[in-house]
């Protein structure tokens, strides 16, 4: 049996604390914005189940959880969450390396097609984060 994470204000407290810090405050208060009756218990189920539970808990570092997260997301062909999730990198400590690795797994265990994609997703947002992750020249050794 698992440990109890709290109440539901405690995990949502938990969670909104989390989701700023590994998404950023701007994309958070943008998704607060767009509350409202319709998505506001979905909201609050991903804030409390995502973030408050399973993000806030201490097992694994934020840099685990991002690439563990950015490889499920590109197994399931989730390629927008992908972007998003490589974004949330930079405040995670995942680094392109562990990117690009995290998405080898995925072409051996969900296959090469969601692999390819999710490389094509991940290095073009990288690229508009002002990384260099193209493939440069290699030095020749002699």
Do not use: C
């Not at 938990?14 to 998505?39: C, I, M, P, Q, W």
């Not at 690795?101 to 094509?120: D, I, R």
């Amino acid at each position: 049996m698992s440990k109890s994470t709290g109440s539901d204000d405690t995990r949502r407290s938990a969670g909104r604390k989390t989701r700023s810090e590994v998404l950023g405050e701007a994309y958070v208060a943008a998704s607060d914005a767009k509350r409202s009756g319709f998505n506001a218990d979905f909201l609050d189920f991903i804030t409390e189940g995502a973030w408050g539970s399973v993000w806030s808990r201490p097992g694994l570092t934020r840099r685990e959880r991002s690439m563990i997260t950015i490889a499920l997301l590109a197994a399931g062909g989730h390629f927008e969450e992908v972007a998003m999730h490589v974004r949330a990198s930079a405040n995670t400590g995942a680094s392109p390396e562990d990117i690009k690795e995290a998405l080898l797994h995925v072409a051996v265990y969900a296959g090469v097609p969601a692999a390819n994609q999710a490389f094509k997703v991940a290095q073009q947002t990288l690229e508009e984060m002002g990384g260099d992750n193209k493939q440069g020249k290699q030095e020749t050794r002699k």
